[in-house]
């Protein structure tokens, strides 16, 4: 059975969305505040503010607020569990893979191909 851990469900809702990932991709280049943030979208402000919250609650982005300016900055550590998943099943297919290839290999000399 796989294993299903809430954390890791969280980090691809929140990738799943292309407003938030370009959200990251912007935030990768240091922190921003809000407003900035929401210009290059055409999303209304509370808009923005539930993308925000989601990637907040999945752990991806810290924020903090100085007078009215929310400012938000990126997390890259909360990406490895998702980085470790992955791995783990890019192992799982490639040992399946090369298993299938030795099969066909044995197929075809037996055959005499």
């Not at 929140?14 to 370009?22: H, N």
């Not at 990768?28 to 503010?49: D, F, K």
């Not at 539930?50 to 907040?56: A, G, I, P, Q």
């Not at 890019?90 to 399946?96: K, L, T």
């Amino acid at each position: 059975m796989a294993k299903h851990e809430p954390d890791l469900s969280l980090l691809f809702h929140a990738l799943s969305d292309p407003t938030r990932r370009a959200i990251l991709t912007r935030l990768a280049e240091g922190p921003a505040a809000v407003s900035e943030l929401s210009a290059p979208t055409a999303l209304r402000l509370p808009t923005v503010m539930r993308h925000l919250s989601v990637l907040e609650m999945a752990g991806l982005i810290a924020s903090s607020k100085d007078g009215r300016v929310r400012t938000c900055a990126i997390v890259p550590e909360a990406l490895l569990p998702m980085r470790s998943w992955l791995d783990e099943q890019r192992a799982i297919w490639e040992a399946r893979l090369d298993r299938l290839e030795d099969q066909v290999m044995k197929l075809m000399q037996e055959r005499g191909t």
